[in-house]
């Protein structure tokens, strides 16, 4: 069965810079959210997106931004990129929006500020 | 958000039932309980989730209790694969999002 597929697996980037990741959800799914996983920590939820528009907030910081495409891929931008930016960052889908609408992850882009 | 309390580690012999526990005492009627597992740096993976009945599928067996204030996640025959971190996560309502705690991490030993 197709999975969530994330680009890049890796990147490096150096302090200051900006990064694009990207999350291309399971066919038909609509709606998609993006976690952050720090060294040692447990994901936590950043944003996420229903049908191209914004649907809930975390602790998102102001220098991060994301969006939801027509054809329902989202892209998280970051830029004035920190150490503590160094991270793992899961993008899961989900066929909509509800509590009982199971997210599946990706495999991940790992991030690393130098 | 309804919030878990998972052992911060459990151990398990390989070919043997894994039974992971979950109090989860402030869970509103709306909400279900998800189990998802992660698996050194890989992306969470999803086991299962109930609202009150027990559930089973290929993978785990879920026992909700009937006051649904705890639940236990059964691996019936853990093998050295099952070797992660499980998190046991309350959602529902208006709440979409998965809120990651500490979870439980599993050792299964040969």
């Known amino acids: 069965a197709a999975g969530v597929i994330q680009s890049p697996r890796h990147l490096i980037k150096e302090k200051r810079e900006t990064a694009t990741l990207k999350c291309y959800p399971i066919?038909?799914?609509?709606?998609v959210y993006w976690y952050q996983q720090g060294p040692g920590q447990d994901p936590q939820f950043l944003i996420s997106?229903?049908?191209?528009?914004?649907?809930d907030k975390g602790s998102i910081p102001d220098r991060f931004s994301a969006q939801q495409f027509s054809d329902y891929h989202s892209e998280l931008n970051m830029s004035s990129l920190e150490l503590g930016d160094s991270a793992l960052y899961f993008c899961?889908?989900?066929?909509?929006?509800?509590?009982?609408?199971?997210?599946?992850f990706g495999p991940g882009t790992r991030l690393t500020v130098l | 958000d309804a919030k878990t309390t998972q052992p911060p580690s459990m151990d398990c012999a390989e070919g043997r039932a894994a039974n992971l526990p979950c109090n989860h005492s402030?869970?509103?009627?709306?909400?279900?309980v998800y189990w998802y597992r992660q698996i050194h740096s890989q992306g969470p993976q999803y086991i299962i989730h109930?609202?009150?009945n027990n559930e089973t599928n290929e993978m785990a067996s879920l026992i909700i209790t009937e006051d649904r204030k705890s639940s236990t996640l059964i691996l019936p025959h853990a093998t050295l694969r099952d070797t992660a971190v499980y998190y046991c996560?309350?959602?529902?309502?208006?709440?979409?999002?998965?809120?990651f705690g500490k979870g439980t991490l599993l050792t299964v030993n040969p």
């Open positions: 899961a889908s989900s066929l909509d929006r509800y509590s009982t609408d199971t997210q599946y």
């Open positions: 066919p038909r799914h609509d709606t």
């Open positions: 997106f229903y049908e191209k528009m914004q649907s």
């Open positions: 402030t869970i509103s009627g709306n909400e279900y």
């Open positions: 109930g609202l009150k």
């Open positions: 996560i309350v959602r529902g309502g208006s709440n979409y999002k998965l809120t």
